[in-house]
Nanobody, 121 residues
Framework: QVQVVESGGGLVQAGGSLMLSCAASGSRFSIYGMGWYRQAPGKQRELVAGISRGGSTNYADSVKGRFTISRDNAKNTVYLQMNSLKPEDTAVYYC???????????????WGQGTQVTVSS
């Protein structure tokens, strides 16, 4: 069982920045894919960004150029740097760990508890 713990959410004004962190337990971190989904009230969960075991990344069109995902295998941690935040980025952000190494496919994935990001206008 992999434990997934997110941190870094909060309240920020539009145009501001936040960095989310996601730490995963276990010794096999380097083979996992990881990423972030988000869910806003009344909306479906959507992929925000992911990074594969090989380091390839993918982003939702709505965040390209504003968000950057990265990973530090030595720290078993993935980061999501969010810049130029908009009110529509307000959501609960969930980190996932994919044992398959995928940056977006979440079958069999482990999930964090979620962290709230609120962007005020």
């Amino acid at each position: 069982q992999v434990q997934v713990v997110e941190s870094g959410g909060g309240l920020v004004q539009a145009g501001g920045s936040l960095m989310l962190s996601c730490a995963a337990s276990g010794s096999r971190f380097s083979i996992y894919g990881m990423g972030w989904y988000r869910q806003a009230p009344g909306k479906q969960r959507e992929l925000v960004a992911g990074i594969s075991r090989g380091g390839s990344t993918n982003y939702a069109d709505s965040v390209k150029g504003r968000f950057t995902i990265s990973r530090d295998n030595a720290k078993n941690t993935v980061y999501l740097q969010m810049n130029s935040l908009k009110p529509e980025d307000t959501a609960v952000y969930y980190c996932f760990v994919s044992p398959l190494g995928s940056s977006y496919y979440t079958m069999g994935a482990y999930w964090g508890q979620g962290t709230q990001v609120t962007v005020s206008s």
